[in-house]
């Protein structure tokens, strides 16, 4: 099994441009989230799903969307990217909560 | 809403040797789970160890151990014989239980972990 994948593993964007950040997993989980990591600030979640066709705000949603269209795939996307985006972008997923979270690799993005 | 508070930045412990991260929360649940992730330069995140909050037992996992005292509201993890590859960052992170929602996980903001020969 791959787990979480995430693409892609970096990208610049220039300043307005829009793009999307792909996270599918093999797993069959439920659940699955999209986190942005700062320096020095941990984890915040973005956005989150509890299913297919369901989605709702996490702690910092402001400039993104989100669309969960089939359990598997949890497409993150960035319109009219500013550099307080800048960061590194995590996708996650999981079945139960005890179990805590599968994660993908990462992407890192810099706006410019 | 909950927080985790790690307040040891940074840490470094020399090889073979044993050291302790903190990590102390807030939450008015009765119900949860604690987890210690591992972030080594790869940047990957790797669960080291979970702690059920209804279990009085604590966790361990090969050399690495927790101390959850729920009253006090802390979840240390030590580490035992440290090794090179144990260098990385260390999050702490709090998931409420049976809540109906889902399942989200609140992070510290780490503790960076250097391991010297």
């Known amino acids: 099994n791959a787990g979480v994948t995430q693409t892609p593993k970096f990208r610049i964007l220039k300043i307005g441009q829009s793009m999307t950040l792909q996270c599918t997993q093999d797993?069959?989980?439920?659940?699955m989230y999209w986190y942005r990591q700062d320096p020095g600030m941990g984890l915040k979640l973005i956005y989150y799903?509890?299913?297919?066709?369901?989605?709702d705000k996490g702690e910092v949603p402001n400039g993104y969307n989100v669309s969960r269209s089939t359990t598997e795939d949890f497409p993150l996307r960035l319109e009219l990217a500013a550099p307080s985006q800048t960061s590194v972008y995590f996708c996650?997923?999981?079945?139960?909560?005890?179990?805590?979270?599968?994660f993908g690799s990462g992407t890192r993005l810099t706006v410019v | 809403a909950q927080t985790v508070t790690q307040s040891q930045p940074e840490m470094s412990v020399q090889e073979a040797e044993t050291v302790t991260l903190s990590c102390t929360y807030d939450?008015?649940?009765?119900?949860?789970?604690l987890f210690w992730y591992k972030q080594p330069p790869s940047r990957q995140m790797i669960l080291v160890i979970r702690?059920?909050?209804?279990?009085?037992q604590n966790a361990t996992e090969n050399r690495f151990s927790v101390n959850f005292q729920k009253a006090a509201k802390s979840f240390s993890l030590k580490i035992s014989d440290s090794q090179l590859g144990d260098t990385a960052m260390y999050f702490c992170?709090?998931?409420?239980?049976?809540?109906?929602?889902?399942?989200?996980?609140?992070f510290g903001t780490g503790t960076r972990l250097q391991v010297t020969l």
């Open positions: 996650a997923s999981t079945q139960w909560e005890g179990d805590g979270y599968t």
């Open positions: 797993m069959n989980h439920n659940y």
């Open positions: 799903s509890v299913g297919a066709g369901i989605t």
């Open positions: 939450t008015s649940e009765s119900n949860y789970y």
């Open positions: 702690q059920e909050a209804y279990k009085q």
């Open positions: 992170a709090f998931m409420a239980g049976n809540t109906g929602t889902a399942s989200k996980l609140t």
